[in-house]
């Protein structure tokens, strides 16, 4: 009977924690899309394009410029999530006196089921396939690469030299990354010669150790997708995976929520302490009774602390 009863209380608890869970994304998701101040491409596919948002209130000293804030939106790097569903977190930042730049990139949009049995086990799973290698890549990069011109012509309110990158869960991943391209690979063609000039990252529950997160299964495999599948998952893991490009020599801080269930922090602190294991302090800020959706929604107590993590380095 104890055997019966503590597996009852498992089962409550987790009905719970499945209710609470999706109560946030709902939250997460009610708010209405927000226009952008102005749009650019940086390249030919209609997905090379990002989102400018003027800051709404001057908070620099003086009235000069306004940091500026890259975001890199999430959704397991499937094509069904694009920049759209982050805007209202985007223009929160642009109240919070922030310039924001929400970078569209390619995402996975093959649906797997119609390819056949093989075709879905190649790539670890049923559904959309997550991203597309390389493409995804080459338009982080390329999009990082064109900012600074791009914000000075379609948002002269910014401050590329205040530069800070933050994404969410996938975009987390990509931020990080972003942020380590000088750490590549000699051979790849991401690799810049000098760290970016960045303030710092801000990564939001981000899928940072490819490892740990193929252990918990995160996403259903999207990270081995994301790399093109099981062939080339390991020969691509030094191209992609956050916790193998370190030290970065960029202040970092990853803002987790405990009880995600989406992206455990388990992945947050291998990442730190990955970090750690190559002499880099990364921040890690743990937020109790918060799942992986708060971090984005301008309604949660946890995004108000996003926007302060972000100011942080900003300044």
Not at 65 to 72: D, E, F, G, R
Not at 173 to 192: E, K, S, T, V, Y
Not at 287 to 292: K, M, N, P, T, Y
Request: aromatic fraction near 6%; include cysteine.
């Amino acid at each position: 009977m104890p055997d019966d009863a503590a597996a009852r209380a498992a089962a409550v608890a987790r009905a719970a924690a499945e209710a609470r869970a999706a109560a946030e994304e709902e939250s997460a998701f009610s708010h209405p899309a927000v226009d952008p101040d102005a749009a650019a491409r940086y390249g030919d596919d209609p997905d090379q394009v990002i989102d400018f948002y003027a800051p709404r209130v001057s908070v620099s000293p003086g009235g000069g410029l306004a940091p500026l804030v890259v975001v890199l939106h999430g959704g397991a790097w499937r094509a069904p999530y694009d920049r759209r569903h982050v805007t209202p977190f985007a223009d929160f930042l642009a109240r919070r006196g922030f310039a924001v730049a929400n970078v569209e990139y390619r995402r996975g949009a093959v649906s797997l089921p119609a390819q056949g049995a093989a075709a879905r086990g190649a790539a670890g799973g049923a559904g959309p396939v997550a991203g597309r290698w390389p493409e995804t890549f080459d338009d982080v990069a390329a999009a990082m690469d064109a900012l600074p011109a791009l914000v000075r012509e379609f948002l002269p309110q910014a401050d590329p030299r205040r530069m800070v990158v933050t994404g969410h869960s996938a975009g987390g991943h990509l931020a990080l990354w972003a942020a380590a391209r000088h750490l590549l690979p000699a051979d790849a063609a991401w690799r810049i010669d000098r760290p970016a000039p960045l303030r710092g990252v801000v990564a939001l529950a981000p899928i940072a150790d490819f490892t740990v997160a193929d252990k918990l299964d995160v996403c259903d495999g999207a990270f081995r997708q994301l790399l093109g599948g099981d062939a080339g998952f390991t020969a691509r893991l030094p191209y992609a995976d956050p916790a193998l490009l370190l030290p970065t020599g960029i202040a970092t801080t990853l803002v987790q929520g405990r009880t995600d269930t989406v992206v455990p922090e388990a992945v947050a602190e291998a990442y730190a302490d990955a970090a750690a294991k190559a002499g880099e302090v990364v921040g890690l800020t743990l937020l109790e009774d918060v799942g992986h959706f708060p971090l984005i929604d301008p309604a949660a107590d946890a995004c108000a602390v996003v926007a302060e993590e972000i100011a942080q380095l900003a300044w």
